[in-house]
């Protein structure tokens, strides 16, 4: 059922953020009067979400309407296989969702740049399988991407960033 529909479902709750995305960019304040503004970035990441989930959803009704399960033998079909596997996504959605919350709960106090990297760190590890770590590489591209969007929205744009202890 999951399977069948999985498209559909994904496709419509990235539209409905991306047009919470673009909605809650109309309270973004610059600190200057410029052409291209703090809202500008995250108002064309908005609208690129939602024309890929419609176009996310268009193949999940192509992919409904040509659907036909799969025919095994009695006694062959692995549910438990399928259960295992679900569970583990909804803990990885989970732990990521935490790890997204805690990320928000320490920016003020840490900063952008410091919360950001460890947050991308821990992010990378989690996300990667326990043998290929590369904690060295992650860090590096943690570092980097956090100061370059840092200093992208504060050069760029005029938007301040929190800057925590680093402040």
Do not use: H
């Amino acid at each position: 059922m999951a399977e069948k529909y999985g498209d559909i479902y994904s496709s419509i709750f990235m539209m409905l953020f991306a047009l919470l995305m673009y909605i809650s960019t109309f309270n973004m304040q610059s600190m200057a009067e410029v052409s291209v503004g703090p809202e500008t970035v995250p108002q064309i990441v908005a609208i690129g979400i939602f024309i890929f989930s419609v176009i996310l959803l268009l193949q999940g009704i192509k992919k409904v309407k040509s659907y036909s399960p799969p025919v095994e033998p009695e006694g062959t079909k692995d549910e438990t296989e399928n259960d295992y596997s679900g569970k583990k996504s909804l803990v990885s959605v989970l732990i990521t969702l935490l790890l997204v919350i805690c990320y928000v709960l320490v920016m003020p106090i840490l900063g952008f740049i410091i919360s950001s990297t460890l947050y991308l760190i821990v992010q990378f590890c989690f996300l990667a399988k326990r043998e290929n770590w590369n904690i060295p590489l992650y860090a590096l591209i943690a570092v980097v991407v956090s100061v370059s969007v840092y200093f992208f929205f504060r050069n760029l744009f005029y938007l301040m960033l929190p800057q925590g202890i680093l402040g």
